[in-house]
């Protein structure tokens, strides 16, 4: 079957033309064969070095569906299990407290939680851990601006995630823990597995399956490679200074951040999302289990749950898109996540296909991108098409 994707390089096109992109690559396959490869733009927009195969991205928050698979890999193992209170591996982690704004807008404690937040608390965005502007704004003044420091790890910053109040009570409400809720559970495949958590992904998950360029500490080369960070308003693109030293909102690259710091190229990432097309597996390497795949894709949310959204829901990190609408794009059973940056991945079982989209704008809009919709609408459109 012929396919036709040119819309997607004429929407790349046209916003690197209009200035609301500097560029970006893209890529789907489908039944294991790469039908659509595109790059366009410019990797540095000042000395017009284009974006290739080999460019690196600032995955952000595309590294949670990573995190994700890594916290299945050890409850394939009877090592962790969803139901487990993070106290077991993290004891600081205990008796949080539910706050709430004052009346002149300092955090003021209103209960206590009614129980400990668990596993699948984090993968569902479920936990009240900084998932609202709340817990946002106080994760910010009290983790990442006292503890955030240059050098700093994991095991340094976790232990006093229990110095932040919940937004809500644990399970009772659906929001999206941003930073905090996957780096805790980063540290937590650390204490378990007994390895910092950048050397337990290249042992046993970015390794495996030859993702050589995913990791929190790229090499003088690899930096070489990773794209220049902009803002792109429509008039000009201006260039972030951090760009060239951080992964993510000053996050010190020493830490090794499950939750967003993530750097990778587009390949690679299009082999991690053929491993959950597939199940678990890639060109013969088992990575996890495929019972523990289609739950990790299963929408797992409970419809009363605050802040439960028809048409889109959580399962084990990943979005999972359950809206019955025939003519919904993606269909149901498409599953994926995004990144703050402009990355953008998904996964339909439905039509054997997976798709990666990779630019790093400061203003992308993250899971709200409008560059996702566009790719979104483009590969499900052609795919109609096709089918005549």
């Not at 910010?140 to 340094?156: N, P, S, T, W």
Request: net charge negative; aromatic share 12%.
């Amino acid at each position: 079957m012929k396919y036709d994707f040119s819309g997607i390089r004429k929407h790349s096109e046209g916003r690197i033309a209009s200035k609301l992109l500097v560029g970006c690559g893209n890529s789907v396959k489908i039944n294991g064969e790469t039908v659509w490869e595109d790059y366009d733009g410019f990797a540095s927009a000042e000395s017009k070095k284009p974006i290739t195969a080999d460019s690196i991205y600032r995955l952000c928050s595309m590294s949670k569906p990573i995190t994700g698979v890594a916290v299945m890999q050890l409850v394939e193992q009877r090592k962790i299990d969803l139901f487990d209170s993070i106290a077991k591996f993290v004891p600081t982690l205990t008796g949080f407290g539910v706050g709430a704004f004052g009346e002149n807008g300092e955090f003021v404690k209103v209960a206590d939680a009614e129980r400990d937040i668990t596993v699948f608390d984090l993968l569902t965005h479920t936990s009240g851990l900084a998932q609202a502007d709340f817990g946002f704004q106080m994760s910010d003044k009290v983790i990442m601006r006292e503890y955030f420091k240059q050098g700093a790890k994991l095991a340094d910053v976790v232990p006093h995630f229990n110095k932040v109040l919940l937004d809500s009570q644990p399970g009772a409400a659906m929001g999206y823990g941003a930073i905090l809720a996957y780096d805790l559970l980063g540290y937590i495949v650390e204490v378990v597995s007994g390895m910092p958590y950048g050397e337990y992904l290249k042992k046993n998950l970015t390794g495996p399956l030859g993702m050589v360029d995913t990791t929190f500490h790229p090499t003088a080369e690899q930096m070489d490679r990773v794209v220049d960070l902009y803002e792109a308003n429509g008039e000009t693109w201006k260039l972030e200074p951090r760009s060239t030293t951080e992964s993510m909102y000053g996050i010190p690259q020493s830490y090794e951040a499950g939750s967003a710091g993530l750097f990778g190229t587009l390949r690679d990432y299009q082999t991690f999302a053929e491993m959950l097309l597939n199940f678990g597996t890639y060109k013969g390497v088992k990575i996890l289990d495929a019972n523990l795949v289609r739950l990790m894709s299963t929408p797992l949310n409970r419809p009363d749950t605050v802040g439960y959204n028809i048409g889109q829901v959580w399962g084990l990190s990943m979005r999972v898109i359950n809206n019955p609408d025939p003519n919904m794009v993606p269909p149901a059973g498409t599953f994926g996540w995004s990144g703050a940056y402009g990355t953008h991945f998904i996964v339909c079982p439905r039509c054997n296909l997976s798709a990666v989209y990779c630019t790093n704008l400061t203003n992308a809009g993250g899971s709200g991108a409008y560059t996702a919709f566009e790719f979104e609408q483009d590969i499900f459109g052609a795919l109609k098409k096709a089918e005549g």
